[in-house]
């Protein structure tokens, strides 16, 4: 269904001419046919201008009169307010101030409970922590002094077999009547041949002497 509106801008043009249709967007320049145009200043008379002024000095003296009624009752009422609330508030803050400090107090003790709590359980820790490091220093000790004993001892034992200033000329004599020879051979096999005039039967003669 056609509005009532569309109607009249389609039907009579001629006659119904809305303010829209000559109004220019705010984005377009001015029209060159005006750029250079100078509005004319209109013409007060003095009479008139006198007479304005008369008016709008006499506005401006009723506004100031009108803000100053106000702050002044605005001043009072606030004035009267501060002085009935003035002990309420005090009451109040001071009620607020001790619920403050009883609170801040638990938090405190809560917080030294909780710290001396925590400090406990470092001291503990750190306890058993030098205990451990103790007791691995000692076994690692016991271990260096069982390996030092055992040295000392295979040492003593190979003491007896040292050449010294006494058994000097034995051991030569010893030595001399007893040679040992360091060199050996090895087979294909494995087998090991010590000494250096060892003979050495090898297994085809051994074959060929069993055949014969």
């Not at 002085?83 to 403050?100: F, G, I, P, V």
């Not at 938090?107 to 909780?114: F, L």
């Not at 005039?197 to 090898?202: A, G, P, S």
Request: charged fraction near 40%; proline fraction near 3%; include cysteine.
């Amino acid at each position: 269904m056609l509005s009532q509106r569309y109607l009249l801008k389609r039907g009579l043009p001629m006659y119904i001419q809305h303010a829209e249709a000559h109004r220019k967007p705010r984005w377009l320049p001015v029209a060159k046919s005006k750029i250079y145009r100078i509005p004319k200043r209109p013409v007060v008379s003095e009479d008139e201008r006198l007479e304005l002024r008369r008016i709008n000095n006499a506005y401006n003296t009723q506004m100031r009169a009108i803000r100053r009624f106000y702050v002044e009752d605005w001043v009072r009422e606030k004035s009267s307010l501060e002085s009935a609330t003035s002990e309420m508030s005090q009451r109040l803050e001071a009620d607020e101030w001790l619920k403050c400090e009883e609170l801040n107090d638990k938090w405190n003790k809560q917080i030294a409970s909780n710290r001396e709590e925590r400090r406990k359980k470092e001291l503990e820790a750190m306890e058993e922590f030098a205990l451990l490091r103790m007791e691995a220093k000692d076994k690692a000790l016991k271990e260096r002094i069982e390996r030092a004993s055992e040295k000392i001892k295979k040492e003593k034992e190979l003491s007896t077999t040292f050449v010294t200033r006494e058994n000097l000329e034995e051991t030569i004599e010893h030595v001399l009547a007893n040679p040992i020879d360091y060199n050996f051979a090895i087979d294909s096999k494995g087998n090991i041949y010590e000494g250096r005039d060892t003979e050495i039967e090898y297994e085809d003669k051994k074959k060929v002497e069993a055949a014969n």
